[in-house]
């Protein structure tokens, strides 16, 4: 499995080790695959390629998230099944989406907004957690790849795009 990531953001390192032992207890290994700029987005698919990767993880940051459409393109030239943080990935063609509602998260910042307007230091705002995730499958893009998706997991998908 590749794992496309911003190594330039702080606390990247720690994902890719966490990534590492998580994929490690199921027998997947990982191959970290980094990108700083959008111009260094095809070596990092090319060298994924070489490395024989066969699925991609999405790492969720700003740079990732800003290049969405270009790492969509390229995970599709090179028949890579990919797996993001946001569903946005899945509606510019991506395959799989799981993450925390967008929202969901912009009401919690609306309220933590208004909170402070009120009155309240930020520093005694609560740190909330998302309740809310969604799950987005492009079946579409699936079909593409000559992906096959078992029909459970299309039924425990919020959202199939066709």
């Known amino acids: 499995m590749g ?5 330039s953001v702080l606390g990247k390192e720690q994902e890719l080790a966490d990534v590492r032992t998580a994929a490690a207890a199921l ?3 990982v191959i970290a695959s980094a990108a700083s700029t959008r111009e260094g987005l095809p070596q990092a698919f090319d060298a994924m390629h070489r490395e024989r990767v066969e699925a991609l993880l999405i790492s969720e940051d700003i740079f990732t998230y800003g290049n969405r459409t270009r790492i969509v393109e390229l995970a599709t030239q090179h028949r890579l099944p990919n797996i993001a943080a946001f569903r946005e990935y899945v509606t510019e063609g991506g395959v799989f989406s799981y993450g925390a509602s967008v929202t969901e998260r912009v009401r919690h910042l609306g309220r933590y907004v208004g909170r402070v307007l009120r009155g309240t230091k930020p520093s005694d705002l609560p740190i909330d957690q998302p309740t809310r995730f969604e799950f987005v499958i492009n079946a579409r893009a699936a079909r593409a790849m000559e992906l096959t ?4 997991l299309l039924l425990s998908a919020d959202e199939v795009i066709e």
């Open 27 to 29: 027998g997947v290994t």
């Open 3 to 7: 794992l496309l990531y911003d190594p």
């Open 149 to 152: 998706i078992p029909p459970t």
